[in-house]
């Protein structure tokens, strides 16, 4: 039987040359074939605890364990480490460095010992995957910034990982294509590879994730499933991070009446939902009348 855990920290601490103290007494456990989001400010240390899950960094005290065994640090027990958890950077043109698409892509299977045609088949699937096969040939320098992120992407996953960990996936991409990227990462959730994820974007944590983490000066200060870590606001407030907006419009739809009092969507497609279900609602009665609930609601709700 497989551990329910696929990374776990215990007492993990670690300090920079210039003597700053990254991390500070760790303990972590992150459940296996889940999407598991990380926030907090700047110099939280989510970056530094990514590093340490792919042994890129080794503890100063504490230690790593993938799928229930000791991280050790010697170079074979690493290699085997990488193939199983791959990193994306937040700054794709860190990660690529060869001349075409094919060939950065390709770079990781090749040297992995495979045999060409099962290096190819892998290249193959991770450029359909991330949607880059017409890119195959392309200069590397010439992408743009969200199919340099795709690129970096399918570098990992013609690994094959178990886990893939990504620092700030979002970041610097316009809507449409950050809608892109998650839709990607869910694609492969579903296909059972474990994601790992930073992010500055609470909408995106809360609707996303089946588990957050919220780190603060280098600890993790508290932990949890979405809905209970952004209705607590006092934690909220240490963290410096503002509620989900789709929180507080629900919250807000509630007391007056609006939606029932269970528990809070996740997705717009719930928020709407929470309201269709509102049977007591005279807006809903409206709507068998031939109205559109939604706009009915939310009309009613933003004129007092």
């Given amino acids: 039987m497989r551990d329910k855990n696929v990374l776990e920290a215990k007492g993990l601490n670690f300090s ?47 230690k790593i364990y993938f799928a229930g065994q000791e991280v050790c640090y010697h170079h074979t027990a ?31 299977p090749l040297n992995l010992g495979l045999s060409r045609e099962e290096a190819e088949e892998r290249v193959n699937e991770a450029m359909e995957a991330t949607d880059i ?96 870590v952004f209705c607590d606001d006092r934690l909220l407030e240490e963290a410096e991070l503002e509620r989900p907006w789709l929180l507080d419009v629900y919250e807000e739809l509630k ?3 609006f939606v029932a009092a269970n528990s809070p969507p996740r997705t717009r497609e719930e928020f709407f939902l929470s309201l269709a279900g509102k049977e007591s609602c005279s807006l809903a009665r409206e709507e068998r009348k031939g109205r559109s609930f939604k706009r009915e609601c939310l009309q009613g709700f933003l004129g007092g």
């Fill in 78 to 108: 690493l290699l085997e480490l990488r193939k199983k958890v791959g990193i994306v950077f937040q700054e794709p043109d860190t990660q690529l460095f060869s001349a075409s698409v094919r060939q950065e892509v390709s770079f990781g």
């Fill in 16 to 62: 920079y040359p210039d003597g700053t103290q990254a991390l500070i007494d760790i303990n972590l456990s992150i459940p296996r074939g889940k999407k598991t989001a990380f926030l907090g400010p700047n110099g939280a240390g989510k970056t530094t605890l990514f590093l340490h899950f792919n042994g890129i960094l080794k503890p100063e005290r504490g």
């Fill in 255 to 257: 007391r007056r009446g």
């Fill in 133 to 228: 096969l017409d890119l195959r040939d392309r200069p590397t320098h010439f992408l743009s910034y969200g199919q340099k992120k795709r690129v970096a992407i399918a570098d990992i996953l013609a690994m094959q990982p178990q886990v893939l960990i990504c620092d700030e996936p979002t970041a610097w991409l316009d809507t449409r294509h950050a809608a892109r990227i998650m839709e990607l990462f869910h694609k492969i959730n579903r296909a059972g590879v474990t994601i790992i994820f930073s992010t500055h974007d609470v909408d995106l944590a809360y609707s996303w994730a089946d588990y957050i983490f919220i780190m603060k000066d280098g600890m993790v200060i508290g932990e949890g499933a979405p809905e209970r």
